[in-house]
């Protein structure tokens, strides 16, 4: 089974990746983009079948080690 | 006195570290990152600059969940000192020895060139060799020193003294200028500035060789 991690920065904490790429979205003509978050998207391949087990397993992980909870917030999609 | 150096494969300034405590009177012991156990004894552990696993994931988040690292924790609870520089902060950040977290700089771009910093509280081990106030020049050399908190840590953080150095002039969006926190029993030191490469004449500058002299000598009396 697979499992899909997206995090992203917390609302309110700055992200100057996104910040850089708003301008150059900017300075190549695309206008009106008022903001740009990155983020990641790990990828998980599960040797677990029950999916929601698989859930509290990844949980459990993003927690421990994939996000850092301080700054960053995330979600998990099981397929 | 007797302190561990931790070695991460991508670690850069474990030797470094290792002779500036060396220069002050120290022995140190270097342990590698597989490592369970501290050597007996140790009184300072020495958490290194570098790149461990590539900073990989976020900057010392997998060294900060190595093996070494639970004996590391267990040495902070017990009272032992910590010292990180570097990535050391930020590994110690990740371990949640210390509060908040290292970002990337503000202004996006790797920065390596000496800076100067105030010195704000004397009160500590690894500044009593210090005065508050006194200004001081070490090195930078990082893309992630960028200190982020909540408003309510920060707030704890200055009302307990617990900054203890901040940026005359702010080279990476760090929130007030911080360079350097102290834990809470002030005993675990995080900074991104090197000390250990200002540390003998040939480093072009001395000021951090008050650092090691002064850890020394308060362990030497502890």
Known sequence: MKARVHIMLKTGVLDPQGEAVR???GSLGFDGVDAVRQ????ELD??????????ENVTAMCEKLLANTVIESYWVEIA | MHAAVIVFPGSNCDRDLAVALERAGARVSMVWHKDTSLPEGVDLIGVPGGFSFGDYLRCGAIAANSPICRSVVAHADKGGYVLGVCNGFQILTETGLLPGVLLRNSALKYVC?????????????YTAGYSAGDVVTFPIAHHDGNYHTDPETLRALNAEDRVAFRYVDNP???VED???IVSENRRVLGMMPHPERM???AHGGTDGAAMFAGLVDQMANA
């Open chain 1, 23 to 25: 301008h150059a979205l």
């Open chain 2, 178 to 180: 911080i360079a350097g």
């Open chain 1, 46 to 55: 599960l040797a677990e079948t029950d999916a929601e087990k698989a859930r």
């Open chain 1, 39 to 42: 983020g990641k998207v790990i």
């Open chain 2, 199 to 201: 540390a003998e004449p």
């Open chain 2, 172 to 174: 990476n969006g760090s």
């Open chain 2, 113 to 125: 060139k000496p800076v100067e910093l105030r010195v704000e509280t004397a009160a500590s081990a």
